[in-house]
């Protein structure tokens, strides 16, 4: 049996790319939102406000959106 064939994938580069024009902008605005909250807390403490929400953007919005544009060019 042979195996049926598969699409290429994007380059690594591409994929990296976009992935950090996903998230730069959203970083820098969950840092300016919390910024007036977390006024006077040390960074570790800011991002651990943060972190859930990335992660979370990241995986459900993110990454399958990229994946789906992706997936569009082929």
Known sequence: MS????APRPSRLL??????????????????IVAPI???WPIWAR??????FMVTAMV????PTIQHILSRRR
Not at 16 to 31: D, E, N, R
């Open 15 to 32: 994929f990296a790319f976009m992935v950090f024009c996903g998230v730069y902008p959203l970083i820098t605005l969950l840092a300016y």
């Open 47 to 52: 991002n651990l406000l943060i972190a859930p």
């Open 3 to 6: 195996t049926p064939p598969t």
């Open 38 to 40: 977390t006024g006077g």
């Open 60 to 63: 459900f919005v993110i990454i």
